[in-house]
């Protein structure tokens, strides 16, 4: 079974800076990798998403990500947020054979301020 | 626009009392989800369904029911049985397939009252 862990619960940063959430992934087979964001008391929005072939994915809102095969891990970047980004994210894993189902980890709340 | 309809968006409930949550979605999906979600817990499935007339059981599917009569539709029951019903409950629907991402309707927040 898969398993997805996202480091840091929450994440604080200053508007105009770079941040990094990070996600490390468990799984014997290969992966779909997903990151989501919800705002407060809405459903989940998807930002990007790896399936295959270039390790670095682009998405929505200036988020990148990039999936490292060695290290199982996603991370998810933006080289310069904005309050509009505070929001709680969350990274999510499928694998062949699972249905479509998503397991998802325990998100990070990324707090910006002035 | 194609989306995915939650109703009601909050939702309170008596002890010993069954509520249903509604999920409509016309984006033509095949596969519909239930989550859960609690602080700190991130999503959890509760049931799933890849096709009409059909569903299986997640991984919190204990209190809980669903029934699947018609592609656009997934109503989630909440029974008696649930002993900690209060949560964020969320819907979903993709493409079948592992590499389809899902979308998500906007919640129903359940409390007990």
């Known amino acids: 079974a898969q398993s997805v862990t996202q480091l840091d619960s929450q994440v604080p940063v200053f508007e105009e800076a770079p941040v990094e959430l990070r996600c490390n992934y468990s799984?014997?087979?290969?992966?779909?990798l997903f990151w989501y964001v919800q705002y407060p008391n809405q459903g989940l929005q998807l930002l990007l998403k790896y399936l295959s072939g270039s390790t670095l994915v682009k998405g929505i809102n200036g988020f990148e990500a990039e999936f490292n095969k060695s290290q199982t891990s996603f991370h998810l970047r933006k080289p310069s947020v904005h309050i509009s980004d505070t929001a709680e994210y969350f990274c999510a894993v499928s694998t062949t054979g699972t249905a479509s189902k998503l397991t998802f980890g325990t998100g990070t709340r990324l707090q910006v301020t002035l | 626009d194609g989306g995915i309809t939650q109703s009601p968006k909050y939702l309170f409930r008596k002890e010993g009392q069954n509520v249903t949550l509604s999920c409509e979605q016309n984006l033509n999906h095949d596969a519909m989800y239930w989550y859960r979600q609690d602080p700190g817990q991130g999503l959890r499935l509760i049931y799933y369904s890849q096709i009409v007339n059909d569903f299986q059981k997640g991984d919190i599917a204990e209190g809980y029911s669903v029934s699947r009569e018609k592609k656009e539709s997934f109503p989630l029951t909440v029974t008696s049985a649930q002993k900690n019903p209060t949560a964020f409950y969320l819907c979903a629907s993709s493409m079948r397939g592992e590499e389809q991402p899902q979308h998500f309707g906007d919640g129903t927040r359940l409390s007990i009252l």
């Open positions: 799984s014997s087979v290969s992966v779909y």
